[in-house]
């Protein structure tokens, strides 16, 4: 898909109020102050005394499958004159209330004509001319021009709305039913065909007659077999085509077309508002028969607001017509800031930096807006019986008023894996969390509130948010803490033995790997211990330790594997070096490290020592204070023998450092061992 951005930023239009009712609203998971703020956007605008906002509107929000609100304020009927021939007045504008959608019917005709492409019935690249007489119908326009041309207003064809002898015509007869090529034929060549994209709804009244001219269906029908029935669209229908029926209540135009009504040209001009009001004793039958395929479609607004998400989600059309109209979108703007399409525009309007895409309605009496917003999934539709209303405007506010807010979260700081609370407005549709831009898991709560958990690589940094209406950002920084390993006791140890890890934020510990082999043991004390057993097949290397966060941290050194096999022989190689009368045997020895295992330990410990030669030697334990509490041996040992001793502590030793010392008349070796419970 391709969206082309545009800086250009329309300012939101001063909206002409006079006097207005604001109605109950609606609403579908927004939560109710997020539902009350957006209701205050439309009674504002609706309300603003400045200037009078003579009829009413309604508008939809729609966010994903789960949030929807409506809301409507205003009049569907201001006048009170009882010659009003649509209502009486003083009739509310409701969220049921029906509307004309006008130039937004062609995000239907678009992917009709697409459809049927698809299905063979003809092809993008026809000329009009084998299906239609268009040089008959009109001589002034290139016949060869091909249906693609005209899906993308490159015809060079006129706007028929704008053509002043049709105008004249439909003043004359404000009741007349017009037909597409009637139509057709007041409209001019103004530019070469394919030079140029230029907005006309020509284009579509065209496609419509193709469509039911080689599919022998009235258009309606197509719509309604395509779209309004599947989708569930109950309201929407084909104006004039069809009847209003009991789909509910037309809203009534408001606009001064006093140059269209015979009366007013002889009483003369009448003073505003009376000329906003007075149009409702116009007859809108040609001006809706002339609008055709190219916007003579009613609806209300929440389910112009469902038309949107199915169209630009990819339920209402195939995937394949979906990308046709999106890669269509047009790389530069046109005379309006807009990116024209197939059927749809890239509006600029509603957002400076982000990409919308729908289309407009503006004609006689009503003005309204369908945009969709795609990486958020926002749809927003907005209809207005009013003529000096601004729907881009309305639907600019409506979004910023799903902008979402981080007033606090809680905790300020944590390791990896812990659970945040973040508290503010508007959060009920976040889609996203990030710990100084990491992706975090997360919870809705409320619409005050969602809880994420710190992802395992996170830093410390700003807390971002992404929800419907934007992104919003924490006010300061969330602390990541990370596990440290400060120190560890023994260095070295055999497979089997215990090493006390000291360190800080060690207290989640899920996993301990000694250079990469797990420890099927281990256990944590507080938030700065950890006494792991040495893993079988574990070799020299760092030890790790990973939390049950994603945090891990390693030793700055390693740990020492050793092996009883590798004891004894050293051993060995003692008594043979100990043959060579060069080198002294006590030396040898001397290399050799007084071994304890498993250390620390929780109910005995073995001490592994050789001797160079036969002598004396004692070997006892000492507590921290030297205090003597246990004797291993004291008697004499034979030389270049290994010797294993075990101790078994008393139970009235208490858990802590103790000291192994081996003492004989010519050396003393030490080793610290650490005594749990």
Same mark, same amino acid.
Do not use: C
């Given at each position: ?9 329309r ?10 009712i ?15 703020r ?7 605008i609706?309300?603003?005394?400045s200037?009078p ?10 966010? $994903? ?6 809301g409507?304020?205003? #009049?569907?009927a ?8 649509l209502?009486?007045g003083? =009739? ?13 019917t ?38 060869e ?13 006129s706007? #028929?709305?704008v053509?002043?002898?049709?105008? =004249?015509?439909v ?20 530019f ?5 994209? &230029? ?8 496609? $419509? ?37 009991d ?11 006093? @140059? ?8 003369g ?19 809706v ?7 003579g ?10 038309w949107g998400d199915?169209l ?13 109209m ?9 005379m ?8 749809i ?20 009496g ?21 003529a ?15 902008? @979402?807010?981080i ?59 992404e929800?419907?209406g ?12 990370? @596990? ?19 360190? &800080? ?14 420890a ?12 792991a ?38 051993a060995?190689e ?30 005995h ?9 036969t ?14 509490? $246990? ?16 101790w078994k ?5 208490? @858990?802590?450092?103790?000291i ?14 650490m005594?749990?419970?």
């Open positions: 898909m391709k969206y082309h951005l545009y800086s250009f930023i300012r939101i239009g001063s909206l002409v109020i006079l006097f207005a604001s109605l109950a609203s609606y609403g579908q998971g927004f939560g109710p102050e997020t539902e009350a957006l209701q205050e956007v439309i009674d504002s609706q309300n603003d005394t200037e906002f003579v009829g009413g509107m309604s508008v939809a929000v729609k966010v $994903g499958d789960n949030f929807l609100w409506a409507a304020t205003g #009049y569907a201001r006048n009170i004159d009882a010659q009003n021939n209502l009486p003083g =009739i509310p504008f409701t969220t049921g209330t029906l509307s004309q959608i006008y130039s937004i062609k995000t239907f005709t678009a992917p009709l004509v697409l459809e049927l492409a698809q299905e063979g019935v003809f092809s993008l690249d026809d000329p009009v001319s084998n299906y239609l007489p268009l040089s008959q119908i009109n001589p002034r326009l290139n016949s021009v091909t249906i693609r041309q005209l899906l993308a207003h490159e015809s060079g064809f706007d #028929y709305a053509e002043q002898q049709l105008q =004249i015509a003043a004359a007869q404000p009741g007349r039913i017009w037909s597409p090529f009637e139509a057709i034929s007041f409209t001019n060549q103004i070469p065909t394919g030079t140029e994209r &230029r907005y006309s709804s020509t284009n579509y009244i065209l496609l $419509g007659a193709l469509v039911e001219v080689v599919t022998g269906k009235p258009i309606e029908q197509h719509y309604r077999e395509r779209f309004f029935e599947p989708l569930g669209l109950e309201s929407m229908y084909l104006g004039v085509r069809e009847p209003l029926g789909r509910g209540v037309l809203a009534a135009p408001h606009d001064n077309i006093s @140059p269209f009504n015979p009366v007013f040209a002889q009483t001009q009448p003073t505003f508002p009376d000329a906003y009001t007075n149009i409702s004793r116009f007859p809108m039958d040609a001006i028969s002339l609008a055709f395929a190219g916007g479609i009613v609806s209300n607004a929440t389910d112009l607001a469902e199915a630009f989600r990819g339920r209402a059309t195939s995937q394949a017509t979906l990308d046709m999106l890669e269509s979108i047009s790389s530069s703007p046109d309006n800031g807009n990116f024209l399409g197939y059927g525009k890239q509006i600029p309007h509603i957002s400076d930096s982000e990409v919308f895409l729908g289309h407009n309605g503006d004609a006689v009503y003005r309204t807006v369908m945009v969709h917003q795609p990486e958020r999934d926002v749809t927003l539709a907005v209809l207005s019986n009013f000096g209303a601004d729907p881009y405007a309305i639907a600019r506010a409506l979004y910023r008023a799903l902008a @979402p807010q007033s606090s979260f809680s905790p300020k700081q944590g390791l990896p894996g812990t659970t945040v609370t973040i508290d503010g407005k508007r959060l009920a549709t976040t889609t996203s969390v990030r710990f100084n831009g990491v992706e975090a898991d997360f919870t809705v709560i409320s619409e005050n509130r969602v809880t994420a958990v710190v992802p395992a690589t996170a830093s410390s940094g700003l807390i971002t948010l929800a419907a934007g992104t919003a950002e924490s006010k300061r920084s969330f602390t990541v803490l990370q @596990p440290r390993i400060q120190a560890f006791y023994p260095d070295r140890g055999w497979p089997g033995s215990k090493v006390l890890l000291v360190g &800080r934020h060690l207290g989640t510990t899920r996993e301990v790997y000694f250079n990469g082999v797990k099927e043991k281990f256990r944590t004390y507080f938030d700065f211990l950890v006494l057993e040495v893993p079988q097949g574990a070799t020299t290397g760092k030890i790790s330790v990973l939390l049950s966060g994603g945090g891990q941290a390693y030793t700055s050194s390693d740990f020492t594997i050793y092996t009883i096999p590798l004891l004894a022989a050293k060995e003692a008594k043979s070096q100990s043959e060579d009368k060069t080198t002294r045997p006590e030396a040898l020895i001397q290399e050799q490290e007084l071994m304890a295992y498993p250390n620390p330990f929780t109910e410990v073995t001490l592994v020592f050789t001797l160079a030669h002598q004396p030697v004692n070997v006892k334990v000492y507590d921290i204070k030297g205090r003597e509490v $246990g004797v291993l041996y004291r008697g004499e040992a034979q030389g270049n023998s290994r010797y294993q001793l075990m502590p008393g139970k009235e030793l208490s @858990p802590g450092l103790y192994l010392r081996l003492q004989t008349s010519s050396e003393v070796r030490q080793q610290k061992i005594l749990t419970k």
